[in-house]
């Protein structure tokens, strides 16, 4: 009984839902929907068009309408202005292709045939049932050349910077020696400074990580170990591996981290470091030496005066790298410890100083100043620190920008202003002009600019909301940032939109110091990393880079995506633009991915953007806009650096200021020089060195000497004889055939008697 009337339950419950059901309105037909474009298998006359439509319950048919981007334009231009897509083509040509009535999203496909090589065309899918009408995303292809041959741009020509002989080892890539490593070019002029976990060359001494300077010359490269005669064990563990700290922009001087007090770190220090000699740094301490590369000589920043001040033991003694101005001739150090005699130390324990209570202390090369002294003060207040890594010190010292208890503050000589006053202190620097006369700081979502001269603080977003600050000009009369609504331009008091959307802009583009972005030193162009889609490419979600600002031709500003795939297609992988490297506890170089000028950027790719780039992996790329190089293509040309056939692929290193040089990493060997392993390259302007023929190697017995000729003139090769007698079955052959001739010659000689006969 009890199962019956379990069964009646569940039996009204049943009729109850399917009443409800047939009671509820069933959902409604309509319009079709198209999610999204896009296209592959991009030739020089074809391609393949593809959506993705939804039928949304109606009998919908479709079509893809394209036409060549200058006739999209000049419809747009038109007196009267026509609809961008009038006159344009379609596939299929007759009947439009049907999906029937599906409520899911259908991907779809067509191809397109007899289109014109290296041409740019504009696409969009359309479909339709009895509501209405859907358009599709609009979308750009280029289809190839078909000059498939390699080349590189701008007359360049790869020169193998690092040597051949590497002592069995490699070129390291930045941030790999244990944490760090220092990567630069100079600004002006074909000189590099790299790193390896190898010691090769003309070395003293082998710490952990060996660093080199090499130079062009008439002849080649010429590559200098530069590593300090100091021990391995002076160093610890990843991040201090790497010595070198941060080069002038000339290469001209480098500064070197003397590693720790102890060696290997033991407690109690019972074996101190030894120190250069004749560099003036006090036995058993911290210290830090410049390095003057015309005379190879270094010298202590830090000397037994400096420590005449502080009660802390050799063996608790720490100095770091905070700042320093790109030419080196001022560097701010930061540590617990009293170095002046106006610095306040705050210990803790014996022979012991607090870590949280720092102090800032600038070198210009006579002796150490204080930096860290509130206005009006004549002690300094502990607990201060660098206003940003890269960009805060400048003048040679004159002006350095830091922070102490969340409020900013510049050090102008001997006088300290407090920048972020007028708003009630809490702001955070940003960056500055060159000259550090101007200033940029945020408080609460607002982007202040500040001018030293008179004081004058203006707030440049009264509606708040900025998420983050690209750069701004050398000048300081411009500066990008990013809010919730765009990533936009301030300009002499006028602000533009750069990129529309609160995800315009990635994170990794600012802060200033140390993102991704960069800002030409006129503030009219910028380069910016973005997963957004911002031009009529479809990049599929990767990280596509961007470059805004005024093109040849473009009458105006004009942002490109400079590293979508010209056809058009979706991305395999993301491109990236380094920002700051880290290099062991420090983040103090940015390399020059934007060149002088701002209208050609070097970026690293994982997506093959030319038919060239078969490797599959990450390769370093160029685009420049026409007009640049011998780019004559609107708005640009995107080229490849690297060669796009090694087996790992390549990483942009750093480039000269104005573009020249470019260097790079690779396993592959783009010289008949290079024997393998990865090394440095520059892709330069103008270069390539001529290369003696190399011999063809050879092995074992096929070593010795060919043996001389005979002397006889007339050899035996040379005489006739009789040769080789025919295979037996040619004999057979022959002998076939002379039998069977005797014999027609005698059937034929006994016809001729026979006739003979009945003649007579």
Known sequence: MR????????????????????????????PPQI???????????????????????????????????AAYQANLNAVPPREGFFGAARVPAGKEAGIGSSLTFIAVVQHVGGLAPDTVYRYRPVATNSADSATGPEHLLTTQQTLLVFELPDDRAWEMVSPVDKNGGAIAVPETLFGGGDFQAAADGPAVTYGSATAFGDADGAPPASQYVSRRTAAGWVT????SALESAAYGDKPDG?????????????????????????????????????????????????????????????????????????????????GASPDLSAIVLSSCAALTADATEVLAGPGKCDPAEQNLYLHTGSGLVLLNLLPGDSTGTPGAQIAAPIGAVYGGGTRVYWAL?????????????????????????????????????????????????????????????????????????GVYYQDAVALKRWHGGATTTVASGAGASAPSNHPPATGTARVSADGEHLAFLSTAELTPFDNAGETEAYLYGPLSGAGGPQLVCVSCNPTGERPQGSSSIPGALVNGATEAYKPRALAAGGTRLFFDSADELVVQDTNSQPDVYQWEAAGTGDCDRAPGCVSLISSGRSLDGARFIDASAGGGDVYFTTDGS?????????????ARTGGGFAEAEQPIPCIADACQPLPSPPDDPTPGTLQRNAGNPPPRILRERKKKRKRA???????????GKRGGRGAR
């Open 224 to 227: 200098e170990n530069v590593s």
């Open 670 to 682: 783009l010289v008949p020089a290079d024997p393998g392993a990865i090394d440095l390259y520059d």
């Open 35 to 69: 999610a999204a474009s896009w296209v592959t298998d991009v030739t020089a006359t074809g391609a393949n068009l593809r959506a993705e439509i939804n039928a949304n319950g109606l009998s919908t048919t479709y079509r893809v309408e394209y036409l060549t981007e």
């Open 242 to 322: 790497a010595p070198y700290r941060l080069f002038s922009a000339d290469l001209a001087r480098g500064l070197l981290f003397g590693g720790l007090p102890c060696r290997g770190g033991l407690p109690g220090c019972p074996a101190p470091n030894p120190v250069l000699p004749d560099a003036g740094a006090p036995l058993g301490y911290m210290a830090y030496y410049l390095r003057e590369s015309a005379t190879g000589s270094f010298a202590s920043l830090l000397t037994a005066a400096d420590l005449a001040h502080t009660a802390v033991e050799p063996e608790s003694f720490e100095v770091t790298f905070a």
């Open 405 to 477: 208890g969340g409020d900013l503050f510049l050090r102008q000589g001997s006088q300290t202003i407090q920048v972020d006053e007028a708003v009630g202190g809490g702001g955070a620097f940003e960056t500055a002009s060159t000259d550090g006369s101007v200033a940029f700081f945020t408080k609460e979502g607002h982007l202040h600019r500040f001018l030293v001269a008179g004081g004058a603080t203006t707030d440049l977003t009264p509606g708040g909301g900025v998420a983050g600050v690209l750069g701004a000009s050398a000048d300081g009369s």
């Open 741 to 751: 001739k005797g014999k027609r010659r005698g059937q034929k000689k006994n016809r």
């Open 3 to 30: 199962e019956y009337w379990g069964r009646r339950t569940l039996t009204a419950l049943a009729a109850a839902v399917a009443l409800l059901a047939s009671a509820a309105p069933a959902t409604a037909a309509g």
